[in-house]
């Protein structure tokens, strides 16, 4: 609709020698009776013009040429905006446009040729994923899958740390429980991680060196404590990703930034540009005047470099290895940290502006109106894996991608468990089913084969209120596709689905589809098969699966 449009006006203005002087664009009004799309052009034309908008805008409607056949009704409203109505047979006849290419209905290039990093989890290998990091794989996964389908060339990341003073705590804490499997009384740190996976990983240990570390001197035993138990989190880490369907492309390991002396070039890049200074034994960075209330310290009176000098560093690497678009996705605890990360990144002489940083509020888990706290495994939190094991990945990943990053949000484990309406994954994933149990009815009664070409069916039949909603809803899917994808917004796309199992439910209650008036009935097939597709490549977006049966 918009693309004919724009064509159409645009020749318009061109002979009214208005092109060039305002963007043209097309929204859909609030209120379906003022049309299918409308635009304010007119109103930015008529100060240049010097004439009244309603005036500029009855100039361009008398030199429309439109096809009756596509366009039914063009009006003035208001102060100038020009609305547009279309014909029920100018969408029918998009269905076609829909099933050519089913796989691909959604894709854009509106991306294309943009180098693409969307970081995310980036947790470090000292424990199980918590809910808040699942919500935050959920959320970067679908970023990623909605910019991969807006035609950027997207590449995961995961960012960890395999150092400093949490490592040395895994290690002592896995070395303890290691040692009380010979003898009990052997001490455990007075703040070392609890839970039974580091007794589990003790255990595993015990199985690979039976008691020949209780020989070593001690820092070699945490050394070997340290690789073993990282090596069997991170293993666990992926396992459970993977179960959501999360795969990164890339491991990055902040130590990398200190042994290859990237650490050392960010701090002498900032001397030689009079940013950074030593003050009280330690090296602060100028962040008064880039704007930030204080200057920020980066190394500290210990030599330890704070957590901003290696994010610096890290964001620098990004920039370097050519990235046009950078996506951060992070917890709400990084929120205090990212202005003095971006502060730094255009001191160094990159554009911040490349950066978008996605914060995601923290998950509450409920059971029967009550907050879920304590875990099987560990003493403080539940972990992802027992979530999944719970309510299942699908429920998991959509739950998490309901709700806007904004927003808090409260996970309902009986509801995300529900087998009715009422579970927003379930009436999504049920109305492709439905849909797909129509077709195969069809298909057996020899009315309908998806195979045979859709050139030759007569979409004009669909004439019906609630037919030619679902047509206009399922031809939004791209333009959502790249709203979502250039607000980071993933739960946008949950809404617009259910808006769309909604309108079919709709349709197929108020139209008998198999029935004896063939060529109606291969109409009202093609446009199931429309909707299942919509359904099913939203649904591949989300990560989730879209069952032909249930």
Known sequence: MKKYLAEKVGKTLRSLSYEGSVKLVFEKPKDEAHGDLTTNVAML?????????????????????????????????????????????????????ILKNPETYGKTDTGAGQKTQVEYVSANPT??????????????????????????????????????????????????????????????????????????????????????????????????????????????????????????DVFFNEDSLYSSGKIKEVI?????????????GAVWLKTTVMGLDQDRVIVKSTGEPTYRLPDIAYHREKFKRGFDLIVDVFGADHIATIPDVLAGVKALGYDPEKVKVVI??????????????????????????????????????????????????????????????KNPVYYLQYAHARIASILRFAEGQGTFDAKVSLDKIEYNLLKGPAEISLVKLLLEFPETVELCASAFEPHRLTTYLHDVATAFHKFY????????????????????LAAKTVLANGCKILGISAPERM
């Not at 008529?46 to 039914?72: H, W, Y």
């Not at 008036?517 to 009202?524: M, T």
């Open 268 to 280: 002498e890049e900032l001397r030689v540009k009079g940013l950074v200074y030593d003050s009280e």
């Open 360 to 421: 995601h509020q923290f998950v509450t888990l409920m059971r029967d109106g009550e907050q879920v706290k304590m875990s099987k495994r560990l003493a403080n939190f539940v972990t992802l894996d027992e979530l999944i094991d719970e309510v299942g990945s699908d429920a998991v990943r959509f739950f998490f991608l309901m709700r806007s990053t904004s927003s808090h949000l409260e996970f309902d484990l009986n509801l995300a468990k529900e087998q009715s309406e």
């Open 127 to 248: 424990g199980p994923l918590s809910v808040g990091h699942g919500r935050q794989a959920a959320v970067g996964d679908t970023i990623a899958n909605l910019l991969a389908w807006s035609g950027y060339d997207v590449t995961r990341e995961y960012y960890y740390n395999n150092a400093g003073r949490q490592m040395r705590m895994l290690a002592e804490s896995t070395y303890a429980r290691y040692r009380q499997l010979f003898n009990q009384d052997f001490p455990f740190p007075e703040d070392g991680y609890q839970g039974d996976y580091i007794r589990e990983i003790a255990e595993n240990l015990k199985k690979e060196r039976r008691d020949t570390l209780a020989g070593l001197p001690q820092e070699e035993a945490l050394s070997v404590c340290k690789e073993f138990a990282e090596a069997e989190l991170f293993e666990a880490i992926k396992k459970v990703l993977a179960r959501m369907g999360v795969v990164h």
């Open 509 to 528: 209650h108020e139209h008998r589809v198999v029935i004896p008036e063939i060529e109606l009935a291969k109409a009202r097939l093609s446009l199931c």
């Open 45 to 97: 034309l008529a100060k240049t013009a010097k004439k009244n908008p309603r005036v500029v805008a009855q100039d361009i409607v008398s030199k429309l040429d439109l096809d009756p056949q596509f366009v039914s009704k063009v009006d003035i409203a208001g102060p100038g905006f020009i609305n547009f109505r279309f014909t029920d047979e100018f969408y029918t006849a998009q269905i076609s446009m």
